[in-house]
């Protein structure tokens, strides 16, 4: 969609590294998330932010830190990345307040060798 | 927290068959939403909704809030249809996340 858009598009990454992932919006919409999608998971969040500076943690959250300086965008930070995490990442954005429809971004594809 | 779990996992159909997806929720719901991830991995939002019936085309849905289950209904299908289709409910329609189902995989063949 082309109010919300996440980079890089895909990362191949060292075992140990910090990663951060940027998803950025267009549609000043308030709520914004963090979701991982792994085979036989479905989609799991991991953190999500209901205003600049406000965030709060997910199911899945450990290893994983978030930061909303600004409302277009809401970065994911992996401190130290694991294999584990070796996952596809999406955003997604909602208005909230009567327009609860979430809009998804195209993904971020991560492998942590 | 609330489960959410969807039947079938997997369904293959012959193009311009029907079929039913169906949505069974733990607890009661104020937002419920269904999204198709096409084969190219993008998910696009269906429907928001949290009860009663909607239609877009060959799509619609409807939600029993009070039983706890929603289906979605596709008719005519198109081998487009194919991809996974995710249910994803929230107890309050505020800012509570959305907890997503492991959603139905679906194959239409020509």
């Known amino acids: 969609d082309a109010g919300i858009t996440q980079s890089p598009r895909h990362k191949v990454t060292e075992t140990g590294t910090p990663v951060t992932l940027r998803c950025h919006q267009t549609e000043n919409h308030r709520y914004m998330y963090w979701y991982r999608q792994d085979p036989g998971h479905g989609l799991r969040l991991i953190h999500y932010s209901y205003g600049v500076k406000d965030t709060d943690k997910g199911e899945v959250s450990d290893g994983y830190s978030v930061s909303r300086s600004k409302t277009e965008d809401f970065l994911l930070t992996l401190e130290s990345a694991t294999s584990s995490q070796t996952s596809v990442y999406f955003c997604a954005i909602s208005a909230g307040e009567g327009s609860y429809g979430y809009t998804f971004g195209s993904g971020t594809r991560l492998t942590v060798v | 927290g609330i489960q959410v779990e969807q039947s079938p996992p997997d369904l293959i159909l012959q193009e311009g068959a029907n079929s039913t997806l169906r949505c069974n929720f733990s607890d009661s719901v104020n937002n419920l939403q269904w999204f198709h991830q096409n084969p190219w991995g993008q998910l696009i939002n269906l429907f928001y909704?949290?009860?009663g019936t909607k239609q877009n085309g060959r799509l619609s849905a409807t939600t029993v809030a009070t039983e706890r289950y929603s289906l979605l209904y596709i008719s005519s299908s198109q081998t487009t249809d194919s991809g996974v289709y995710f249910c994803a409910v929230a107890r309050n329609s505020g800012n509570t996340p959305l907890v997503f189902g492991k959603g139905t995989r679906l194959s239409v063949i020509a």
């Open positions: 909704i949290p009860s």
